[in-house]
């Protein structure tokens, strides 16, 4: 087994900054690669980013791109999403999971084996 825990989430104004990580834990062999995902009230869970673990390889929702950047240390086993610029829309739970297996898609949270608790990020405008 996996365990993740999400730290960093906050209530923030529009255009201020914040920095999500995602300690895990446990089995930690190496994964195939981790994402962020968001959920708001009343929505389904939507991707957010993806990084592979190996080569660093990163995939972006259109709707962050340019705005989010996701990030990983190895060595600490941890991934992190660093979000500029932000807007009352990417108020959400924000949660973090991995994929163990290659060969799914990266968008899908059905290729995610893993996932955290989420934490919390309001943006206010």
């Known amino acids: 087994q996996v365990q993740l825990a999400e730290s960093g989430g906050g209530l923030v104004q529009a255009g201020d900054s914040l920095r999500l990580s995602c300690a895990a834990s446990?089995?930690?062999?190496?994964?195939?690669?981790m994402g962020w995902f968001r959920q708001a009230p009343g929505t389904e869970r939507e991707f957010v980013a993806r990084i592979s673990w190996s080569g660093g390889s990163t995939y972006y929702a259109d709707s962050v791109k340019g705005r989010f950047t996701i990030s990983r240390n190895r060595a600490k086993n941890t991934l992190y999403l660093q979000m500029n610029s932000l807007k009352p829309e990417d108020t959400a739970v924000y949660y973090c999971?991995?994929?163990?297996?290659?060969?799914?898609?990266?968008?899908?949270?059905?290729?995610?084996?893993?996932w955290g608790q989420g934490t919390q990020v309001t943006v206010s405008s």
């Open positions: 999971a991995v994929d163990k297996i290659p060969g799914g898609l990266y968008y899908a949270h059905e290729s995610y084996n893993y």
């Open positions: 446990g089995r930690t062999s190496t994964p195939n690669a």
